[in-house]
């Protein structure tokens, strides 16, 4: 599991970024000023660290300069609110890899943050967890943590949930049949049968429906199968 660290003096941030974070599969720890930041830096290795420019009488900028003088090499991303050129010159020139506001919506943060730790991986030698997200037009589905976002939200999913969307995603202009659904969302459970994917299928509908405004995601084409309503290519992301 990845882990991340955000400084931020502004408790209601850090609860929230907090919870937000762990529900793309990551383990966040959360300190509210220079000094703890540095001490939990020191002592324990992130893969990456996200820092408030406004760290009361402190400037983010100050600690990304100690972090990167103490030999951190991971990835350090301000997260803010300061929309200023100024600001945005002066943080990727103190050793800053990224500057992300935090108006910008989760999908897109999200993304930042998986690509910065992809070049970690590859600048480390290690396999890079690539395949994790698949993106279809204006949805992307994290596998691992079973959510799919859409636009600016974010909606939480079931095991079985995510194994269709998954499904139907590798080939977004095929109808794939009841049988192959369930046998490969399924597998050897004794409890699969067509009334269990539609279900499945009418409970997902709803959420997408009532949480995200969605309509008509998955189509339902009678006596072949399923399959997604667009027509986007997929992509691994």
């Not at 599991?1 to 400084?7: A, C, E, Q």
């Not at 408790?11 to 939990?40: M, P, W």
């Not at 539609?198 to 969605?214: I, M, S, T, Y």
Request: glycine share 6%; proline share 3%.
């Amino acid at each position: 599991m990845k882990s991340i660290l955000f400084v931020d003096e502004d408790a209601v941030s850090r609860e929230g970024v907090q919870k937000l974070l762990k529900r793309f599969g990551f383990h966040v720890e959360t300190v509210g000023c220079i000094d703890d930041a540095y001490q939990r830096a020191e002592n324990t290795s992130f893969s990456l660290i996200m820092v408030e420019l406004s760290l009361g009488k402190d400037h983010g900028t100050t600690l990304v300069r100690q972090l990167r003088a103490l030999g951190i090499a991971s990835p350090i991303v301000i997260y803010t609110d300061h929309d200023t050129e100024m600001y945005q010159t002066s943080a990727l020139d103190s050793g800053a890899d990224d500057y992300i506001l935090k108006t910008t919506p989760i999908s897109l943060l999200i993304a930042r943050i998986h690509a910065h730790l992809r070049r970690e991986d590859r600048r480390e030698g290690r396999k890079s967890s690539t395949q994790r997200r698949i993106s279809i037009g204006r949805f992307v589905v994290d596998r691992d943590a079973r959510v799919l976002e859409v636009d600016d939200k974010v909606l939480k999913l079931t095991e079985k949930e995510t194994k269709i969307f998954d499904l139907l995603a590798q080939n977004p202009n095929r109808v794939f049949p009841v049988p192959e659904i369930l046998e490969k969302v399924w597998g050897r459970d004794f409890r699969k049968s067509d009334d269990a994917l539609h279900a499945v299928v009418k409970r997902f509908r709803k959420k997408l429906e009532q949480e995200c405004g969605v309509k008509g995601l998955i189509e339902n084409y009678h006596g072949r199968g399923f399959k997604l309503a667009d027509e986007p290519v997929a992509q691994k992301i």
